[in-house]
């Protein structure tokens, strides 16, 4: 099982950017899948989640309106498209697939919001 996060970096306040996660040995499509974050000396977070079929999401209301999540599951790939990134928003950024009682997460990606 992989879950492998890219697209961080440094971005200015007001930037976008968007994270992508690919996933494989497993049953993406069965799987809901999930965004979270960590700052530096807080607890890891729930961003963003989505259905297996895409059908629902949910959001933390810090992000409601700027982030959306989406996913390809012929790609089996999730997606974090961040916008009017604020400094409050730096952090390391997971991916994490759930299904029953199996979860995985990815290694992270941090993203880093600086003027």
């Known amino acids: 099982v992989q879950l492998v996060e890219s697209g961080g970096g440094l971005v200015q306040p007001g930037g976008s950017l968007k994270l992508s996660c690919a996933a494989s040995?497993?049953?993406?499509?069965?799987?809901?899948m999930s965004w979270y974050r960590q700052a530096p000396g807080k607890e890891r977070e729930l961003v963003a989640a989505?259905?297996?079929?895409?059908?629902?999401?949910n959001y933390a209301d810090s992000v409601n309106g700027r982030f959306t999540i989406s996913r390809d599951n012929p790609k089996n790939t999730v997606y974090l498209q961040m916008n009017s990134l604020k400094l409050e928003d730096t952090a390391v950024y997971y991916c994490?697939?759930?299904?029953?009682?199996?979860?995985?997460w990815g290694q992270g990606t941090q993203v880093t919001v600086s003027s």
């Open positions: 994490r697939a759930d299904f029953s009682d199996a979860h995985y």
């Open positions: 040995g497993f049953t993406f499509s069965s799987y809901v």
């Open positions: 989505m259905a297996s079929n895409g059908g629902s999401t």
